[in-house]
């Protein structure tokens, strides 16, 4: 999760090494989104080694939900052709195959366009997920039950259903996302901090649609001043030897885990031999010490 939180800064690196720049970006404190299929989480990072955990999933990953839900709506002639069981990705192609179709899911302008949402023409409705609470929590095992409901009550879904469902499976999943992280910004700004850096990382950041509609959401709720970072969804350097290397930064784990283990090492942290593995190893250090609460791992005084 450290290391999805840096990836941004490792495409900043990167790019330096063209330019010869030094300072490398987003320069700390700033907060970071993580969607994937394992996580969905909102961070506070105010240094390398300081992270605070601002919302987490009860249930399950959003991902995960997408994938889920796209299992169940997806005619069978796409998934017949897939290659993987990622079936969150299609989705989103067959919902919004290109830009021009990003519109046709409305940005709730207000909080009450989020949870009153009417019947459709095909009889149904999707409601967000904690809609009637501020709770800093994000779940997502709800909406894959009520569209695969939807789904089981239609012996023949036309076309034009199928599209509106995958455009409402899709679009709820995202409002909720965004729902919390708007409340997180007006807390943190309520008690003085004006953080407005964003970094959004994972394997559903690559997600194009998601990458118009939080912009969008943030912009109608009054946070054009917030500074979206995505990881490139594709790019390509050169190796010192000349060699064309290309990254995938959403989901090219091992590039940034070498990134992030280079940056703790720069910044004086280091393990013993001592050190072993950990079931399950939090990055904030109200639950069990963080990064830097680990037996075995150590800071060299003096480098910064």
């Not at 090494?17 to 970006?25: F, N």
Request: proline share 4%.
């Amino acid at each position: 999760m450290q290391a999805h939180a840096l990836t941004p800064r490792l495409m900043d690196a990167l790019q330096q090494s063209k330019q010869g720049d030094s300072a490398v970006e987003p320069a700390f404190p700033f907060l970071t989104l993580l969607v994937s299929g394992g996580h969905t989480m909102l961070l506070q990072s105010e240094s390398l080694t300081s992270h605070s955990i601002l919302a987490d999933t009860m249930d399950i990953a959003i991902g995960d939900c997408l994938d889920k839900c796209g299992r169940a709506i997806l005619p069978e002639s796409i998934k017949a052709t897939t290659s993987d069981t990622a079936f969150g990705k299609y989705m989103s192609k067959y919902a919004f195959p290109d830009p021009s179709t990003f519109s046709s899911y409305p940005i709730p302008a207000k909080r009450s366009d989020e949870i009153d949402k009417t019947v459709n023409e095909y009889g149904w409705r999707i409601q967000p997920p904690l809609g009637e609470t501020r709770k800093m929590a994000f779940s997502y095992a709800g909406l894959v039950s009520h569209v695969q409901r939807i789904a089981a009550s239609k012996t023949e879904m036309d076309e034009s259903e199928r599209l509106a469902l995958a455009r409402a499976a899709l679009g709820t999943a995202f409002e909720h996302l965004c729902s919390r992280l708007i409340i997180a910004v007006e807390s943190i700004r309520a008690g003085g901090t004006h953080l407005k850096t964003l970094v959004v990382s994972g394997g559903v950041a690559a997600n194009d649609f998601l990458r118009y509609f939080l912009r969008g959401m943030l912009d109608v709720r009054g946070f054009r001043d917030v500074d979206l970072i995505f990881p490139p969804i594709n790019a390509t350097f050169s190796d010192q030897d000349g060699n064309e290397v290309v990254l995938e930064p959403c989901t090219d784990n091992a590039a940034m885990i070498a990134w992030a283990g280079m940056e703790m090492y720069n910044a004086g942290w280091y393990s013993d031999l001592g050190i072993g593995a950990i079931t399950k190893w939090s990055l904030d250090a109200r639950i069990d010490g963080g990064i830097a609460g680990v037996t075995s791992r150590h800071k060299v005084f003096g480098v910064e």
